[in-house]
C-alpha cells in the first residue's frame, strides 16, 4: 500500500524520471495519467501531492489554477529559488518549495516533511512570513472563542480562521468532511455565532 501519490503536470522527461525515482524512494505512487489535471482532481488517495516544476516565479504566479489548490499539497521545485520566491509561494498556498540545482536527497525531504503535514521552507521564509501575518487582536474576544470549545473545536477553529476550507481541514486533521461540519455547528451554538463569516469576523478583532 502507498503511503500517498505523486503528481505533476509536466511532461518534461527528466522531470518525471526524477520523480518516479522520489516516489520509489518515499514509497509513493506516481501518476502518469495524460491529462494530470483530472487525475488530480479526481483522485482518492489522502496524501497527494502536485509538484510543480517552475521556471519563471513570476509568470507562474499569474498563470497559476487556483482550482488546483481545492485539495492535496503543492510543492513547486524552481530555477534559482529566492527568499522572495518563498513568500511568494507561501502566500499562494504551497507547502513546500526547493531549488532545482539542489541534490536530489533535498527534494526527498521536502516530499517527506509535506506528507507529515509540516511545511517546507527555508527558516528566514518561515519567520518572515509568520511575521508578516501577525497582526494584534483583541485578548477578551479572542479568549472568549476558545474558552466556549473544546481542544478539537479549538483545533477546527485555528485552522478555519488561517483561511482553510473544510475540506483542507478535514484533510489536514485526517477526519471526514463531515465530522469538521459538525465541529462548526458546535462551535456556533456555543459562540452564537450564525455562520463562517461571522466567525471570523469575531477572530480577526
Given at each position: 500500500m502507498y503511503q500517498g501519490e505523486l503528481f505533476t503536470l509536466s511532461d518534461d522527461p527528466i522531470n518525471l524520471q526524477l520523480l518516479n525515482s522520489c516516489a520509489g524512494l518515499l514509497d509513493l505512487a506516481l501518476?502518469?495519467?495524460?491529462?494530470?489535471?483530472?487525475a488530480w482532481a479526481h483522485s482518492s488517495s489522502k496524501k497527494k501531492i502536485l509538484i510543480h516544476f517552475?521556471?519563471?516565479?513570476?509568470?507562474?504566479m499569474i498563470n497559476l489554477d487556483r482550482k488546483l489548490f481545492n485539495s492535496g499539497k503543492h510543492i513547486a521545485i524552481c530555477h534559482n529559488l529566492t527568499l522572495n520566491d518563498e513568500l511568494a509561494l507561501l502566500n499562494q498556498?504551497?507547502?513546500g518549495a526547493c531549488d532545482s540545482k539542489q541534490p536530489t536527497y533535498i527534494m526527498l525531504k521536502v516530499i517527506k516533511q509535506t506528507?507529515?503535514?509540516?511545511?517546507?521552507?527555508?527558516?528566514?521564509?518561515l519567520s518572515r512570513y509568520i511575521l508578516s501575518q501577525q497582526r494584534p487582536v483583541a485578548s477578551t474576544e479572542y479568549l472568549s472563542l476558545f474558552k466556549l470549545t473544546t481542544k478539537k473545536e479549538q483545533e477546527v477553529l485555528s485552522l478555519v480562521c488561517m483561511g482553510l476550507s473544510n475540506n483542507e481541514v478535514a484533510e489536514r486533521l485526517s477526519v471526514s468532511?463531515?465530522?469538521?461540519?459538525m465541529h462548526l455547528q458546535n462551535i456556533y451554538k456555543k459562540t452564537k455565532v450564525k455562520n463562517r463569516s461571522q466567525l471570523l469576523l469575531a477572530y480577526s478583532r
Open positions: 501518476n502518469t495519467d495524460q491529462d494530470a489535471e483530472f517552475i521556471n519563471d516565479i513570476p509568470l507562474a498556498g504551497f507547502t506528507l507529515e503535514g509540516n511545511l517546507s521552507f527555508s527558516n528566514e521564509a468532511i463531515n465530522t469538521i461540519k
